[in-house]
């Protein structure tokens, strides 16, 4: 889902941008293949792949951006957009307190940006590589 979701709206601002999956265990080998950037559907996710890139010393952002989002309990480990449980669940709670009969309800959880310096805006090295970013999945 996440994976469809960057796809489609990368592409309104670069059609030749590539969005895959990869697994946080590949991270190595995506930085290689010249992913510029990872995007993590959870904070979970995002701390395995942040793991694999101190390991490997693959350097955050100049060789390649983590994103990521979803709710979190502390700090997360890279920039992104997080929302608190707590939030989440309060948007719920009052959802259902304003609920009108007859009439849509609409619930937006978007969050919070929190900047942790882990994305940059560089374009890729090579000038006639294809951008290409990956949605690391569990």
Same mark, same amino acid.
């Given at each position: 889902?996440?994976?469809?979701?960057?796809?489609?709206a990368a592409?309104?601002?670069?059609?030749?941008?590539?969005?895959?999956?990869?697994?946080?265990?590949?991270?190595?080998?995506?930085?290689?293949?010249?992913?510029?950037?990872?995007?993590?559907?959870?904070?979970?996710?995002?701390?395995q792949?942040r793991?694999?890139?101190?390991?490997l010393?693959?350097?955050?952002p100049e060789?390649?951006?983590l994103?990521?989002?979803?709710p979190?309990?502390?700090d997360?480990?890279?920039?992104?957009?997080? *929302?608190?449980?707590q939030?989440?669940?309060?948007?719920?709670?009052?959802?259902?307190?304003?609920?009108?009969?007859?009439?849509?309800?609409?619930?937006?959880?978007?969050?919070?940006?929190?900047?942790?310096?882990?994305?940059?805006? *560089?374009a890729p090295?090579?000038a006639?590589?294809?951008? *290409?970013?990956d949605?690391?999945?569990?």
């Amino acid at each position: 889902l996440l994976a469809d979701t960057l796809s489609r709206a990368a592409t309104r601002y670069a059609p030749d941008i590539r969005v895959d999956t990869c697994l946080a265990a590949n991270v190595g080998t995506v930085v290689e293949s010249g992913v510029t950037a990872i995007v993590c559907q959870t904070i979970a996710l995002a701390e395995q792949v942040r793991h694999e890139q101190d390991k490997l010393r693959i350097a955050v952002p100049e060789r390649v951006s983590l994103a990521a989002m979803g709710p979190h309990e502390a700090d997360p480990p890279c920039t992104g957009y997080f *929302r608190s449980i707590q939030e989440k669940c309060q948007s719920v709670v009052d959802l259902l307190s304003d609920l009108r009969p007859g009439r849509p309800a609409v619930l937006w959880l978007a969050g919070h940006y929190v900047d942790r310096g882990t994305v940059s805006g *560089r374009a890729p090295t090579p000038a006639n590589s294809v951008r *290409r970013y990956d949605a690391a999945s569990a």
